[in-house]
Every structure is written in structure tokens, then in C-alpha cells.
């Protein structure tokens, strides 16, 4: 379970262009749940993600993993159990390396890097596998280079990697929002499989409000630093788009948007 | 297209390089003369050598060639082009300052070519002292500058020097300096930079100090950006006294100094010897410049109110601008 | 004309290790780092004090490859752990090392021919003591050249050399991988200036002199030769890049030869080198920039 625990945030403190986004702000996630997280920018989505992530610091409060403080973590210690990816396909893999190194990085995630070989042979039918399991043919371009991969490819791939070892938690970050509408669906999908066969912990910021209520069994609506709509289960399930867009612009008016 | 461009150059680069084919015996006496840099002195040096060789009777052309390099102050280029005359098999090498004196002595080591170098200071710590090689040595005159210094100005107690804490003629001139300062009465107070940049901040500080005079080595850095100091020391009425002729051209007070061209000379002199096969470089211990001679600028010497002893002027060399 | 071909691989092959050092901070880690002209002449520095007083030659490699990756060490000190920007942080080391190489070597050193280089030792002797001094520096400077080249090639195949491929390549994805990204540059900037610091040690043991001024120039001399060498290899993509930069280091040198051998005048020759550059950078099809960001 993950637990934000009174996180208190505010941009550029004693300054005129001071703002608090959260005040002493909580959120419980239950173990192998898949929650969508939509809003308007600036309502704090990403925030919270970076919060989780260790990328922002915070004024106060504590975040919590299987009940453990994980503050005092450093990012990149946090990402020891964490997946994450992020909205643009370039940030979730080497372009200059080829997807078979790209595969082997990943797959060494937790594990010490030495001198020993950097790509393992014996593995490369498992990520054969797990390559044509994403239906996008890339099982034959283990030897290419990941940037003359399109973006879609990249983020199939990058989602691949994010979640080849064992996670508490994934975080994806607007992941489809840079791609074309037909390889967001298909990299949704692919979210969605992964997530479900792997019965992992996710979190998804998307601005997509079809994705948010199809897919995940939990969708919170954020505005301002607060959760306007917290939805589980069947209440989940009998939410509709259009709900969630007369609420939206119900919030966006009070803005002024 | 642009691949074959490629191949293209590469294969004029390696035609370019197949022309230079080396001539055998019975041509003139092939010298490649490397100079470390273009610089007053260093420029003086290669045209006194040039001159001592017309003076011992050789004739360009037909006695001997001349291929002269210039690295631009670049070790890495001293190193190539002393690399490209042993390839070349010339017969002598001649280095005009340190650097070029050891690049050359180090690529001539297997073909033992002759080295002969212009204007290197202490040739036995530049382990230029013995084998096949000899030259001159251009070791300021310290103790003849400090007695023109102390005939100009009786009460002087203190000398500015500016250095520069890289170049090795001018750390152990310094040393030179401090030990023989106290015998002539003076201290030395010496200010060490480390780029050109820094030399007017340098000048700065030892006028601050109140200096009594500066006197200059054959400092690069220094040397090079003599002009703004001299703008600096007259404004504050200290006389500067320069380890050269050119320096005192452009204003330095006076200098118990080097003739550059009379070294070159009297190297060329050395060369020709060598040349004629008269002796070996191994043969011909490495000389130092037994006379100097004292120049000095009575505009810039009336200016600060310094009057020349009558004996000084006697002998003096006049090199004021106008002269 | 073979004699001069010989010469300028010589250079081309012990600068190469100025290249490599430079490829991987410039091209695999991103990372502009200007302590190079500082890590060089330490590596001659404490090369050319070791000899002078009776140290073993090989070992005196050993030293400059340590003094050389502790020179790279403050370098990853000063940017990963003081956060200072990364070229600054080339500066600091750079400015500083200036005054360590006078303290160590004074302004300048010259290695007696009495004192056995790497080139003149008895173990190189009995292997190609029947080569001439200049072919025996050949063997000896191609030996090491190779011997970095297919370590460096075998280093980065391992997990920690995909890790500071993938750092200068993408360093979100390091984070990612819950590794420091700092510590992984940390680690290239040492490996980098080892490298560098061995290249003025073999620049030492071949010139027999040290100069304190010897470095100036050195990180322009590595970045030109990575260019040159990547532009060139740029469609082999099999042409792994250590092969190329060693490529690039040569052809510098070869650019030099052949404008001093057009017989310029010497205080053209920087104008002419520059035009070969060009050259050579146009007839490859792209510019400098692109190639180090690609």
C-alpha cells in the first residue's frame, strides 16, 4: 500500500510568485490497484507523481511504502521497486543504444551493474517473447537503435522495460498524450494488459477522460491540490464521460478557464 | 558522391605526402630550423643565424637550404614538425629557443643528426649539454643589469620583476636575481602570473608595493604586453629597465642587454663549422654570449629626471624611438 | 615519405589516447569537461618526475593513469556532488591542476637520453630490439593505442558500460533503473581523465620532456579528432566509435603533416589545418555540432 501522508508543497516559497498547491494533501492506494487520475493543468497530477517519485521536494508530510517512510529516499533509490513512464517516448530509453541493450539495462534493474557482459544471449528469447507479446512486430529489431524507432514504438518498448522486474508501483505520466490516436489506443491497451497480468500498482495521469473511465478500477478527478472525485468499484464503473466532463467544466469555469 | 570526396582527399593527402621525397647526397647541406614562435628576439635569432652562415662564407642555395618551421608556441607542433625533418633526412637541425632545441634533439636521436639551438638558457638543465648537439645560450647578464641599475639609480632599494611561474628561462632567472640582489644592495620583489591576461594586474601590484624600477626578463607573456605596462610604470614615474634592444626601443628606460642578432650570429658561426665539417656538434662545447652592450632611451631616462653617468653613456647604445 | 608516414602515426596513435578520453566525456556522457587541458601535462608532470628519478617506465603509466582518474575524480566531485555546472566545474580542475603540474615538474622537465623511456626499457628491447627507435616507437605506440581501444570497446559491452553509455544517452532512464546518475558520470569523468593523463605520459615518454604549458589546446585537439572521426565512420554504423576517434586522431595529425609539407608559410599553418578540417568534415556530409548531439 502507498500512502501520501499530509504533504504540504509550495512553488517558489517567499518569493511574489509563491503557491502553495498542496496543503497537508492525503491519498491511500490500495496494493494492485489501477488508478486514473485526471485534471486540468496545474491542478497538481504531475506534482503528485513527482512527489511520490522523489523528483520535487516537499515543506512537509511523509509518503509512505508498505508502511515504510520512503522521504528520506533519494529518486533514484525510490525506483528501485518503481516504474515509471513518462509522457514523452524519448525519456524511456537510450536512443543511441539498441533495444536489445535498451532490454538488458532493464532487466538488470535491482541488480548490481559490474563488468560482466551487458547483454545476457540467454535472454534474448525472453524478450523475444515478451517483444511479440506487444503485437507491434518489433521482435525482429533487437539490433536497432531505439531512436529510428517511431514514438509509439519507443513508449511500447519503454512501458516493456518500466515493468520487467518486480514493482510495488507504476507510474505513467500522461504516456500516451505525445502519440497519434491510433497508438495511444494501442499502447492503453498494452498498459492495461500489463498492468492486469502482472497485477501491478499503477497510478496514470491522462487527460484522456475516455481512458480514465474505461480502464483502472479507481479515478480521482484533481483540482487546485485537492481530489474534487474519488471513485472505486461499481461506483467506478457507472461513471460516465460525461459526468466527468460536466464536472470538469463546472471546475474550469470557477477558474475563470 | 560526398563519400567519393572523401576517398578523394584522403588519397590528396597521401600524394601530397608520397611528393616529398628525400634528396640524397650531393645536394646542398639540408637544415630544418624550427622556431617555437614568432617573437622580436626569436625572429632576431633565425636572421643572425642566417646572417653568421652568409658571414662564414656559405651561400644559400647552393651551399646549403634552409626549411623553416614555426610552431606557434605548440609543443605537440614542435614535436611533429622536429618529426617531419628527421623523416625528411636533413642534415642539421636547428631549434631556436627550449622547446624546439629538445624537440629537435629528441627526434634526431636515431638518425643522429647534428643539432645546433639559438637562445636557450640553461642548456645543461635542458639536458641540452652533451652529445651531438651544441648552440648558444642567451642567460641574461643579471649581475652586469643590476650594476647599470645601480649606476642609474644610487638610491634604488627595490626591483619589480614580473614573471611568468611557467615559462622556465624566467623561474631560474629569478633565482639568478634573488641571489645576487643583496650583493648589489637591492631586494627583489617578484610577481609571478601565469597568462599574458594577468600581467597588467601584476604591474598593478608591484607599483602598489613601490618598487624603485622593474626589470624585465625575456619573459613571453610579459615581454608581449611590455605596452601597457610602460603605460602604467610612467604614469607613476618608475623606470622600467628591458633584458633587451626592442624593449628599450619602445620605451624602456635602459638594458644591460642580449644583441639577439650578434647570438644568432655567433651560432651561425658554430653551424658553419659543422657544416663545412670542421668539427662535430660534440666537438664544440655550447657558448654563452660573452658581450653585451647597454642600451638606453634618453627620452624615456630625461622624462623620469635620470641622468647616465658619463661613463655608462660613453659606451651606451642610443634606442630611442627617434633613433 | 615512409619515414614521415611513420612520424605521423606515431602522434596520431599516442594522441589518440587524448581522443578516447575526450569521446568519452564529449560523445558518451555528454558532458563538456575541460579539465583535459589540466589532466594531460599531470599525466607528463608526474611521468617526467618518476623518470628523472630512476622509476620503472612502465610504472610510471600506472601512476599517470591514477593521478589522472583522482584529476577526474575532483572533476565528478565539484559537478555530481557541489553541483556546479559542468564546464565550470572543468574550469576549477583545470585552473587548479596548472599550479599542482609547476609543483610537481616546475615550468618544465627534460628527460636525460640516459634514462630509459617505454620506447628504450630492456622488456621492450627484447621484444623489438631489432626495430630502429622510430619503428619500435611505432609497435609500442600501436600496441597501447589497440590495447585501450578493444578494452575501452570490451568495458562498454559490460553492464557498468551500457550504464555510462546510457547516462550520457538518456540519464532519466538511469534514474530510472534506480541507479545515481552522478555516480555513473563520476565514474566516466575518472575513466576519461586516466585516459587523457596516460596520452601526456606517452607524450612525455616519447618527447622526453614535460612543459607546463603542454596542455593548452588539448580538449580542442580531442574534440576536433572526435568529430573528424565520427563524421567520417558516421554510415558504418559497424565502425565502433573508439575505432573512429583513433581514426580522427591520425588524420589530425596527418592534416598537420601534409600543411607543413605544402610548404605554407609556418604562420599559415593553423589557417591551413583549419581549411582540411573543413574539408574533411564538408566531403563527410555534416557539421560538427549535429554529430556530438546526434
Redesign the interface.
Known sequence: MLEVQEVSKTYNPGTVTEQCLFDKFSLSVEDGQFISIVGSNGSGKTSLLNIICGSIPVQSGDVLVGGESISRK???????TM??V?QNP????????TML?NL???D???K????????NKKRINYYRGELEGLGLGLEDKLNVKMGSLSGGQRQAVALLM?TMTPLNFLILDEHTAALDPKTAEVIMQLTNKIIREKRLTAMMVTHNLRYAVEYGDRLLMMDRGQVVLDRVGAEKQSTSIDDLLTLFNKISIECGN | M??V??F??AAA?TL???????PSAGKPYKIGLL?YG?HASLDNCREGFLQGLEDAGLVEGTDYTV????A??????D???A??F????VDMMVGVA??SA??CY??A??KNIPVIYVAVSDPA????DS?NITGTSDALPVDAQLQLIRAMQPDAKTIGILY?????N??STIAEYQEKAGSYGFTIDAVGV?TPAEVPQGADTLISHKVDCFSNLTDNNVVGVLPSILEKTSEAGIPVYGSEIEQVKIGCAASAGIDYVQLGKQTGAMAAKVIRGEATCDQIPFETIDSYSTYINSDVLDAMGISVPSDIAANAVEASAAA | ?L??????L??GLI?ALVSFGVYITYSILDFPDLSVDGSFPLGAAVTAVLLTRGCNPYLTLLAAILVGALAGLCTGVIHVKLHVRDLLSGIITMTAL?SIN?QIA???L????SVDTIFTAGPTMALFGGL???NRKLVVALIIAVAVKLLLDA?????????L??VG??A??????????GNVKLAGLVISNALVALGGAL?CH????F????G??QVV?GLATVIIGVA?FR?FSFVKGTTAVVVGSILY??????A????LP??M??LITAVLFL??L????RKGEEIIH?
Not at chain 3, 619515414?3 to 605521423?8: A, E, G, N
Open positions: 533519494k529518486d533514484f533509490q525510490r525506483y528501485i516504474g515509471r513518462y524519448a525519456l524511456g530509453t537510450c536512443p543511441n543504444l541493450e538488458s539495462l532493464a538488470n534493474k535491482g548490481s551493474f559490474g563488468f560482466s557482459r551487458g547483454v518500466a | 560526398k563519400k570526396l572523401t578523394a582527399l593527402m601530397s605526402l608520397a611528393a616529398c621525397g628525400a622556431q614568432q626549411d623553416y618551421q614555426n606557434g608556441f605548440d609543443n605537440a607542433m614535436t611533429q614538425i618529426g617531419k628527421s623523416s625528411e633526412d627550449t622547446p629538445v624537440a629528441t627526434a636521436e636515431e638543465a635542458a639536458g641540452l652529445g611568468t611561474t611557467s615559462e622556465p624566467s623561474v601565469t | 615519405m619515414d614521415l608516414l611513420v612520424s605521423t606515431i602522434q594522441y596548472f609547476l616546475g615550468s618544465n627534460t628527460v636525460g637520453r630502429s627507435l622510430t568495458f562498454f559491452a559490460t553492464k557498468a558500460g551500457l550504464l553509455r546510457a544517452d538518456n532519466f532512464l538511469v534514474t530510472s533503473l534506480a541507479k545515481d546518475k607524450v616519447e618527447t622526453r620532456s612543459s607546463a604549458t603542454m593548452t589546446g585537439f567520417l554510415r595529425k596527418l592534416c598537420i603533416a601534409v607543413l609539407d605544402l610548404g609556418p604562420n599553418m593553423k574539408l574533411v564538408v566531403a563527410s556530409g546526434a
